[in-house]
Structure formats: C-alpha cells, structure tokens
C-alpha cells in the first residue's frame, strides 16, 4: 500500500521560505511523477508542481513559477518543494501525490496517485 508523509509547513512572514518534503513508500516511483497541489480554505484542490522521474521535467504552475522549486529528494521516493518570495494567497494545506505511471495531463487533472495528508502553510502579510 503506498504512503506519503509530507513534511516542512509552518508559519512564515510575507517574502519568506518554506522547504517542504515528502516521503513515498508501499512501491517505486522510479518510472512516474510525483508533485504537489494545495488547497485553501474555501477553494478546490489545485495543481502546483510537479516532477517526472526518469526525465527531471519539471512543471509549476503560474503563479508559482519563479518562486517555487521542485526537485528529488537526497533519499529515494522523496521529493522536495523549495517556496520563496511566499505571499499571502500562497496560504494553504500542501498535499503531497505520487504515481508510478510518468503521465502529467492525468496527474495535474487528479485521474491518477496516491495523496499524503497535507500539511499547513501559513503565510502572514
């Protein structure tokens, strides 16, 4: 059974930084894409980054790009989210999600992985 435990969030002043991490386990994400969405209170789950496995493609959405950084993680099945320069409207619970399968149109879209619990960024102005 796959498991994601996300990691990081906390309270951080506007123009500030948040490193979150994330920790697949229960299989190999070797040859899918894992990625991160988040969700404000009151609004839908949205897409914010994501990475491909065996190729490093990365995609952000667009009010993140430039700000935010997603990479592989120092251990296997972990990936990172580098946030600066985070704003107010950047406040939310982040989830992280994996899927074995490299297939990014069903990912962003919510068709395909496994979800981690979330965690809280709150940003202050």
């Known amino acids: 059974q796959v498991h994601l435990v996300e990691s990081g969030g906390g309270l951080v002043e506007t123009g500030g930084s948040l490193r979150l991490s994330c920790a697949a386990s229960?299989?190999?994400?070797?040859?899918?894409?894992m990625g991160w969405f988040r969700q404000a209170p009151g609004k839908e789950r949205e897409f914010v980054a994501s990475?491909?496995?065996?190729?490093?493609?990365?995609v952000y959405e667009d009010s993140v790009r430039g700000r935010f950084t997603i990479s592989k993680g120092s251990a296997e099945n972990t990936v990172d989210l580098q946030m600066d320069n985070l704003r107010p409207e950047d406040t939310a619970v982040y989830y992280c999600?994996?899927?074995?399968?490299?297939?990014?149109?069903?990912?962003?879209?919510?068709?395909?992985?496994?979800w981690g619990q979330g965690t809280q960024v709150t940003v202050s102005s």
């Open positions: 999600k994996a899927d074995h399968r490299p297939w990014v149109l069903a990912f962003r879209q919510g068709q395909i992985g496994s």
């Open positions: 990475i491909t496995w065996s190729s490093d493609t990365t």
């Open positions: 229960g299989r190999s994400f070797s040859g899918g894409i």
